[in-house]
């Protein structure tokens, strides 16, 4: 089983900029995507960004533009994903979950509240 565990969450006003972070522990062998999920009050859980283990990355079309192609990185061998949030709008105030993909079976954190403050 996987644990994940984040951090780095937190009040932050528009423009502003955060830096999340998520290390897996336990069974981590087999890792392969991981990634950032975030869920606002009332909506889906939707994807903000992802890595594959060789560092190919994907966004939401709602962050492109604001997040760079490096501000999702990860760090194989401490088994560590990181987002580097930029020009945060209040539109981004949504608990975020990390994810991680072992054998095909998603694995989650449990959550990290983002808030952004006009």
């Known amino acids: 089983q996987v644990q994940l565990v984040e951090s780095g969450g937190g009040l932050v006003q528009a423009g502003g900029s955060l830096r999340l972070s998520c290390a897996a522990s336990?069974?981590?062998?087999?890792?392969?995507?991981m990634g950032w999920y975030r869920q606002a009050p009332g909506k889906q859980r939707d994807l903000v960004a992802f890595?594959?283990?060789?560092?190919?990355?994907?966004?939401?079309d709602s962050v492109k533009g604001r997040f760079t192609i490096s501000s999702i990185s990860r760090d194989n061998a401490k088994n560590t994903v990181f987002l580097q949030m930029n020009s945060l709008k209040p539109e981004d105030t949504a608990v975020y979950y990390c994810?991680?993909?072992?054998?095909?079976?998603?694995?989650w954190g449990q959550g990290n509240q983002v808030t952004v403050s006009a």
């Open positions: 994810s991680a993909n072992r054998w095909g079976y998603d694995n």
């Open positions: 336990g069974s981590t062998s087999g890792i392969s995507g």
């Open positions: 890595i594959s283990i060789g560092g190919t990355t994907n966004y939401a």
